[in-house]
T-cell receptor
Framework: EAGVAQSPRYKIIEKRQSVAFWCNPI?????LYWYQQILGQGPKLLIQ????????DSQLPKDRFSAERLKGVDSTLKIQPAKLEDSAVYLC????????????FGPGTRLTVL | GQQLNQSPQSMFIQEGEDVSMNCTSS?????WLWYKQDPGEGPVLLIA?????ELTSNGRLTAQFGITRKDSFLNISASIPSDVGIYFC?????????????FGKGTLLTVNP
């Protein structure tokens, strides 16, 4: 079974530029998550989708971050404009959406903002 | 936001030694999980704990869900070089369809062959 796919794996941009990340979850997984992992810290949830609806986006900086999962399958996360403090690994995870369901993580996209 | 206190921050041990790490929270979680993250990869689930007081093993790994539901520990016995990595605890407070995980800052484990 294929795992969670993310692209690109690495991205370097200058501050104030825009960037987008893509995630393709495990087939059949209803729930998709985006996490931000700053160096030396654990992942922090940015947004959770259940199918194409948002369940939790309380920690998403909505003035610059946006995410969508229009068809309930793959998802994109965008940052516009980027700040230096956005440098981090952005992890996508998916799960079946049932109770006690394991979240499977992708390899992440490492973003460096200069 | 919610913080989990994970300790120690790092450990350097000899192959064959046992290691223990723990996690505490100021509030209650319904589920405690332990993940391992290798460089350039996402976290991988090692053990999930669903009941207060539960003690669960997975090979050389043993984890416990604290009675107060505010803490958990992970033990690794007879460490081997491939145990190297960053170990994260995570708490989950399930409500409806919200499965948000709150992670600790991680324990970096180095095993000297």
């Amino acid at each position: 079974e294929a795992g969670v796919a993310q692209s690109p794996r690495y991205k370097i941009i200058e501050k104030r530029q825009s960037v987008a990340f893509w995630c393709n979850p495990i087939s059949g997984h209803a729930t998709l998550y985006w996490y931000q992992q700053i160096l030396g810290q654990g992942p922090k949830l940015l947004i959770q989708f259940q199918n194409n609806g948002v369940v939790d986006d309380s920690q998403l900086p909505k003035d610059r971050f946006s995410a969508e999962r229009l068809k309930g399958v793959d998802s994109t996360l965008k940052i516009q404009p980027a700040k230096l403090e956005d440098s981090a690994v952005y992890l996508c995870a998916s799960s079946t959406g049932l109770s006690n369901n394991e979240q499977f993580f992708g390899p992440g996209t490492r973003l460096t903002v200069l | 936001g919610q913080q989990l206190n994970q300790s120690p921050q790092s450990m350097f041990i000899q192959e064959g030694e046992d290691v223990s790490m723990n996690c505490t929270s100021s509030s209650i979680f319904n589920t405690w999980l332990w993940y391992k993250q290798d460089p350039g990869e996402g976290p991988v689930l090692l053990i999930a704990l669903y009941k207060a007081g539960e003690l669960t093993s997975n090979g050389r790994l043993t984890a416990q869900f604290g009675i107060t539901r505010k803490d958990s520990f992970l033990n690794i016995s007879a460490s081997i070089p491939s145990d190297v990595g960053i170990y994260f605890c995570a708490g989950q407070r399930s409500g409806g369809s919200n499965y948000k995980l709150t992670f600790g800052k991680g324990t970096l484990l180095t095993v000297n062959p």
